[in-house]
C-alpha cells in the first residue's frame, strides 16, 4: 500500500503562485504520477501527468501557467502553479500507478490517491 500526502494548498490572489508537493511513502521510480483537482460542485479532473522518466503531460487548464516534475531521490512529485486564476480554486490530490505505462486522467485507472490539499484564489 503507498500513501501520498500532499501539502502546499493555501489562499492566494488571482496572479499569484504556488507550489505544491505531494511526498510518496515508497520508493517512486517505477511509479506514473498524476495530479487531479475537484472544484466544488464538479467532477474530479486531471491536470497534469508525469511518467516514470519525467516526461509532463498537460491537460488544457495547466497549459502554460503550471509544471509537474518529481525528485524520486525524495519520493516527492511537485505541482508548480502560476497566474492562478479563481477558477483554479479546487481540492488538489495526486495518484500515482505503479502499471500505468500510458498518460491517463481516468480515475479509475489510478492505485493509490492522496486525500488532497485546499487551493483558494480570489
Known amino acids: 500500500q503507498v500513501q501520498l500526502v500532499e501539502s502546499g494548498g493555501g489562499s492566494v490572489e488571482a496572479g499569484g503562485s504556488l507550489r505544491l508537493t505531494c511526498t510518496a511513502s515508497?520508493?517512486?521510480?517505477?511509479?506514473?504520477m498524476a495530479w487531479f483537482r475537484q472544484a466544488p460542485g464538479k467532477e474530479r479532473e486531471g491536470v497534469a501527468h508525469i511518467g516514470r522518466y519525467g516526461e509532463p503531460t498537460y491537460t488544457d487548464a495547466a497549459k502554460g501557467r503550471f509544471t509537474i516534475f518529481r525528485d524520486n531521490a525524495k519520493n516527492t512529485m511537485y505541482l508548480e502553479m502560476n497566474s492562478l486564476e479563481p477558477e483554479d480554486t479546487a481540492l488538489y490530490t495526486c495518484?500515482?500507478?505503479?502499471?500505468?505505462?500510458?498518460?491517463?486522467?481516468?480515475?479509475?485507472?489510478?492505485?493509490?490517491w492522496g486525500r488532497g490539499t485546499q487551493v483558494t484564489v480570489s
Open positions: 495518484a500515482a500507478d505503479r502499471w500505468l505505462w500510458r498518460v491517463s486522467f481516468v480515475n479509475k485507472d489510478w492505485s493509490f
Open positions: 515508497t520508493v517512486i521510480n517505477n511509479y506514473a
